[in-house]
């Protein structure tokens, strides 16, 4: 058949990314990829599905296997209640919309607001699956500048006097890729922005729970509660295989996500929305969350004394106090592409920062290193030879730096 | 916030489904309702899913709670070979792509394929949810002709002569509403139509595996494989809490359906999955098909026996050997929705037909009969008080008809 005749328009916007060939490459035997963004599977409550899915069978029977409603499963939305309220977040059950990841949020905020050439405004770099669900409704993406503190509020306000900004995607807590977080007195003065222009951020938070050192920082839904759609995750506090997500978004958006939800799957799995409720609700989630903060903790020390170790002068790299990633920037005209390969031979996985752009020859110089998969050895192994291949490739420039 | 501002000009036309409130009224206490569309819950294997859980955890540990592959579990996608072979459908494991539910393949069919305004050939009466899965992307339906065997071949070929219809939309095997399938040698004719105009079928087959009495008939998918997506389901062999489902698609079909996913929800629940795997590749599915089987068949008796007994005269119904559904029409001329009041103040729940298609003003006198959730005892009872409160409503007019 021509493919080329069946194809919506909207098709060909769709790009194969290029990231998945970097991905599939990483998971090569032997090879010590800091390129993933995964969990690592010592994190899940492996030891208790088995348990918690009889508790969940027997607590719901059927019920935990049937079709359920669009909005979410009961029990699940009432736990989350409450688990958001400790974070600051004021919401009724009937506030919260459940999903199928937090892709599924973003995949139905796209659909119900984006209108071909309709300005959304973005971090540069951002998460890419935030890009990926945008895409095929055809937006223009405006950048808001940003340093080592997140978001600058004046670019914000400047954006947002033009006026034709539909909404802005922001992830204010140790972001993806760059591990950055968006500091207070930024977030009260956003929140702020936003109630003042009357419009709206997506908040995407799968993150701040994985805070290893510092304190917590509100999100800036509960700060402007009634111009943020709250996008949260169980992916990287129990596990990501089962797919729930959530939202808290104001009615007038809420309602219409619903809608499209029901066209795109109906509902979120039962069986994993009623697992996810049974751990909130039944105290696993506050016995799980300080192991995997242990977990992770040693892993973050561990990337940042090899960054530092390592690195040949001229990289400059973010210190996130939590999260999955550090974000590494070369000098100018610098291009991380070079020596990856290099990198893949040693048998050291990274990913080019240039992946995380809207455009084209945007951060260049740039990478994303993951720390939540190797162990710490492997971590400081992978750096070191990272560092080499850098320093090989480079060797004339970056010594001339010294 | 001012949400006529914000929502994309595709949002307009998402409508709330009315079919909604309906089932909600349908649920209340003391109703018997036929107006759902799901499996009874006795259908399920819950006596084996913990142990089946606890199985897929020791065999697959993390990986069954991690992130996984967009294209779907491995060993999901090997068991479902071997399945669909059984049913005269050669796919390799590389061809089969597993989705969240049938309604995550349409939603993906609807966004990769069709553009404003592109001609979606249908039945009329249909699946909703394909309607709602492809109504964002703004098609236009083209309605095919069809009677008690399903659709006319004569008048597909009609509407492929015209040469704009961008793909077609069937669910051969009792359908939902109305319970119809299309016979042998109008398969033959419309796999050697497609053929002929190397036009594309998305074949929905949610409910071929639940045929009480009669023989199996051939799927499209397997007279024209290259021109047929076909799409199946676990929700009605397993659970449809699972949200499992996958389709088999040309090649040139399938590479963008992937792409779609990946925005969509990055991939369908690892556990869900693999649960679906262990329950074909474990021979679960071969001991518990014929119990449902079982379970359904006297219901479907009942559903026809009640209706010959109780339907006063103009009223003619399809007599499926299997689905979830009977279709009634009544004479031109008749509201079903006129009496639906009354039988709701009966107890008894149907669905008016009119929800099913397309348009407004189609199929006033028809209602769609659900007969898999009641006991044979209730359905009995709940088609005895609908036949009532039409034959009230309509008293003399029917009276006269005699």
Redesign the interface.
Known sequence: ???NR??????AG????ALREILKVANRPGMISLAGG??A??S?P?PI??EL??SV?SRY????????ATEGFGPLREALTGYLAAKGISAATDEILIT??S??V??AIG?????RG?EVAIEAPTYL?AL??F???GPRYVCLEADDQGVLPDSLERVLAAGRI??IYLVPTFQNPTGRTIDLARRVRIAETLQRH?A?LVEDDPYSELRYMGSDLPSIKSLAP??VVYVGTF?KIL?????VGYCVA?E??R??LI??K???????????QALAGEYLSGGHLERQLPLIRDLYRPKLKAILSALARYLPGGFTWSKPEGGMFVWVEGIRGLDTSAFYRAAIERNAAFVPGKYFYPGPNQGLETMRLNFTMATEENIDRAVKRIAESAQDFHQVDLRALR
């Open positions: 058949m021509d493919d069946l194809l919506a328009p909207r098709t769709l790009q194969v990314s995964i969990p599977p010592e899940f492996l599905m088995a899915t009889r069978l029977g059927a019920a935990a296997l049937q079709y359920d199928s990841g892709q599924g973003l995949d659909k119900i607001l984006i209108g309709d699956g990926q669900a895409n095929p409704y539909k909404f009357d709206l009634d111009h992916s596990a990501p295989g089962l797919r104001p007038a958006i309602r219409w809608i499209s029901q066209g795109v799957d109906l509902h979120t799995s039962t069986l994993g």
